[in-house]
Each structure stands twice: as structure tokens, then as C-alpha cells.
């Protein structure tokens, strides 16, 4: 079956490490998407990517970085530079990035990370 | 303005009851709009796009008001199982490129 798959699932980091966060897809879907939910709050997105070595900051990206090399994969690093970094991460991707209603997010089941 | 707001709830209904959610946005050049649903703990998970005429599944209906810029989402004969967050989004390409907005979600809790 085809899906996106995150790992690690759950992640703890000590204050000032960087961390890696791994998306893949096979889905053959050309976006995708990191986003940050914290509790009982909404989805905010922290960098968003069209198409392969090419990606965007979204309304977060202070303190993150990330890469597009392979269309199937897109790894977000935590850096230490991230003040509140605990948070649960959220990967998506989709058809590309026409807004019609065929262009449906999926969803990866999300990181848990929490800073010691 | 935020771009999508939701009522955030808890919307505390009984098994067998019927509840709606709106959801507002701001921008009326949207295009498309959707629910999720997130379960706690959980990745959202489509529940239905909305069409502009309307659209059912089941217990669920959406719908879409342009003129008043909002979609809703009614859930007949609510099941426990119903209960969960229910997310709207609302798409659009401009000038400025590919918008996808999150509203906060609506919480709905059915008790027995």
C-alpha cells in the first residue's frame, strides 16, 4: 500500500543537539510538507517542497532546515538553534500544489519529539 | 484576520444527536476546501472535500456558502466514535503562489 512513513516516532534530545526527522513516500506524489502541532493548537507550516531540489520556507522555518535530493524523501533536521522545539511533527504530501479538490494532503503519523 | 477560523468546542453531544460545524475564511478567492478529521495523538485524515453544490457520505454532509465565505459539516446520528478533532482546510493558488490554510479544528466529544 502506498503512504508516507515517519520515523522515529517517538524522539527525546538533549538541549543543543540537532535531531533528524525522516519522511518517505511512495506515493510518487511531487509535494511535501513539514508542519509543527503543539497541543490544542492547529498545524503551523515549517517548510513546504514543489518538486526535488527545490523547497520553501513556510511560517516557521526559523531553526529547521531541510532537503529535497530524492522525490520519495524529505528529512527534517532540528537544530539546536530551535528555542521550543517539543512539539509533534507532521509530514504531508500531495498530487503537487493546484488548489482543486483532486489535490488532497496525506499525512504521515507523525514524530513526537520532547527536549530533555 | 486569521485566514480559516473554527469554533474550537468542545461540542459535547449525545450518541444519536446531529451537529454542525462552520468554518470561515477569509480569502474569497478560495478554491478548494476540505475536512479532516484527527483523532488525539493522531495524523489528521481526510474526511471529505467539499464540493460548491454540496456533497453527503454517509452520516456526513458538507457544505459550501461562497456568498458568506464558509463551509460546514453536519454529522447525523453521532457515534462515539465520532468523537475527535475536525479540521477544515481551505486552498488557493494567486500571485503569490499555493496557499493551503489550516483552521484550529473543532473538537466534538458524543457521550453515551
Known amino acids: 500500500d502506498g503512504g508516507i512513513t515517519q520515523s522515529p516516532k517517538y524522539l527525546f534530545r538533549k538541549e543543543g543537539q540537532n535531531v533528524t526527522l525522516s519522511c518517505e513516500q511512495n506515493?510518487?506524489?511531487?509535494?511535501m510538507y513539514w508542519y509543527r502541532q503543539d497541543p490544542g493548537q492547529g498545524l503551523r507550516l515549517i517548510y513546504y517542497s514543489q518538486i526535488v531540489n527545490d523547497f520553501q520556507k513556510g511560517d516557521i522555518a526559523e531553526g529547521y532546515s531541510v532537503s529535497r535530493e530524492k522525490k520519495e524523501s524529505f528529512p527534517l533536521t532540528v537544530t539546536s538553534a530551535q528555542k521550543n522545539p517539543t512539539a509533534f511533527y507532521l509530514c504531508?504530501?500531495?498530487?503537487?500544489?493546484?488548489?482543486?479538490?483532486?489535490?488532497?494532503?496525506?499525512f504521515g503519523a507523525g514524530s513526537r519529539l520532547t527536549v530533555l | 484576520r486569521k485566514e480559516v477560523e473554527q469554533d474550537p468546542g468542545p461540542f459535547n453531544v449525545p450518541e444519536g444527536a446531529t451537529v454542525a460545524f462552520n468554518c470561515t475564511y477569509s480569502n474569497s478567492a478560495s478554491q478548494s476546501f476540505f475536512w479532516y478529521r484527527q483523532d488525539c495523538r493522531k495524523e489528521p485524515k481526510l474526511l471529505m472535500s467539499?464540493?460548491?453544490s454540496g456533497n453527503e457520505d454517509g452520516r456526513f454532509t458538507a457544505q459550501l456558502n461562497r456568498a458568506s465565505q464558509y463551509i460546514s459539516l453536519l454529522i447525523r446520528d453521532s457515534k462515539l466514535s465520532d468523537s475527535a478533532t475536525y479540521l477544515c482546510?481551505?486552498?488557493?493558488?494567486?500571485?503569490?503562489?499555493?496557499?493551503?490554510?489550516f483552521g484550529k479544528g473543532t473538537s466534538l466529544l458524543v457521550t453515551p
Open positions: 504531508a504530501s500531495s498530487i503537487g500544489t493546484r488548489a482543486d479538490r483532486s489535490n488532497v494532503l496525506t
Open positions: 467539499v464540493y460548491s
Open positions: 482546510v481551505v486552498t488557493l493558488n494567486s500571485n503569490s503562489g499555493y496557499a493551503l490554510n
Open positions: 506515493l510518487n506524489h511531487d509535494a
